[in-house]
């Protein structure tokens, strides 16, 4: 029962389209989004007030922002893909997410697929200003994994993440968990497990 989603590899407006339409049928209200082209989408129950794209230095990797109001506070969103195959290309990209996040107010919210590390040149980077949600729940006893899932793993490790923003005082981590989505024969649904976050 998420008041927002994040996805990646979503790659067409069909695509999207299909998921946004298949989520308001099963909830019964009415779902927003920022799309990226191709690629990101943040999608959420909650009123959109604003949405942006992030364009990293490639020209060819986008991430979608989704702004919006709780409690007369404002909340913006990333989602995000980082490529797979080169570490400094990421790091590029991680600072041209964090710069493009700064133009907005607190509290930001930066997810995805980062496809790196912790402790790694990217990851360090990735926490300057921002918490890893994962850690701060686990650092509360506030974690629950799945038998047989390494800690917080999306894969074979934990390429998935959610950063917080530290200026952001009144957005509190309060669990983490990563969801076994696989059906009675063993089949999931995306080559990465689901992640998921509550915050106030």
Same mark, same amino acid.
Request: contains cysteine; proline residues 2%.
């Given at each position: 029962?998420? /008041?927002?989603? +994040?996805?990646?590899?979503?790659?067409?407006?069909?695509?999207?389209?299909?998921?946004?339409?298949?989520?308001?049928?099963? +909830?019964?209200?009415? *779902?927003?989004?920022?799309?990226?082209?191709?690629?990101?989408?943040?999608?959420?129950?909650?009123?959109?007030?604003? =949405?942006?794209?992030?364009?990293?230095?490639?020209?060819?990797?986008?991430?979608?922002?989704?702004?919006?109001?709780?409690?007369?506070?404002?909340?913006?969103? *990333?989602?995000?893909?980082?490529?797979?195959?080169?570490?400094?290309?990421?790091?590029?990209?991680?600072?041209?997410?964090?710069?493009?996040?700064?133009? *907005?107010?607190?509290?930001? !919210?930066?997810?995805?697929?980062?496809?790196?590390?912790?402790?790694?040149?990217?990851?360090?980077?990735?926490?300057?200003?921002?918490?890893?949600? *994962?850690?701060?729940?686990?650092?509360?006893?506030?974690? +629950?994994?799945?038998?047989?899932?390494?800690?917080?793993?999306?894969?074979?490790?934990? !390429? /998935?993440?959610?950063?917080?923003?530290?200026?952001?005082?009144?957005? =509190? !981590? =309060?669990?983490?968990?990563?969801?076994?989505?696989?059906?009675?024969?063993?089949? +999931?649904?995306?080559?990465?497990?689901?992640?998921?976050?509550?915050?106030?």
């Amino acid at each position: 029962n998420p /008041d927002v989603a +994040t996805l990646n590899e979503v790659d067409t407006q069909a695509q999207v389209d299909a998921i946004v339409n298949a989520v308001e049928a099963k +909830t019964g209200v009415n *779902w927003n989004y920022s799309f990226s082209i191709v690629g990101n989408l943040v999608m959420s129950r909650l009123p959109m007030n604003n =949405k942006s794209l992030c364009v990293y230095p490639d020209g060819k990797r986008y991430a979608s922002h989704f702004g919006t109001t709780v409690n007369g506070r404002s909340i913006n969103i *990333w989602s995000t893909h980082l490529t797979v195959d080169s570490a400094t290309a990421r790091m590029a990209e991680t600072k041209a997410m964090q710069a493009c996040a700064a133009n *907005w107010n607190e509290a930001r !919210i930066l997810t995805g697929d980062y496809n790196m590390q912790q402790g790694s040149a990217e990851y360090n980077q990735s926490v300057i200003g921002y918490s890893d949600a *994962w850690l701060v729940a686990k650092s509360i006893g506030a974690t +629950t994994n799945f038998t047989g899932n390494c800690d917080g793993c999306t894969r074979n490790s934990r !390429i /998935d993440y959610v950063f917080t923003s530290l200026g952001a005082s009144f957005l =509190k !981590i =309060k669990a983490a968990r990563i969801y076994d989505t696989r059906d009675a024969a063993g089949v +999931t649904p995306s080559d990465h497990k689901q992640i998921g976050r509550a915050h106030v």
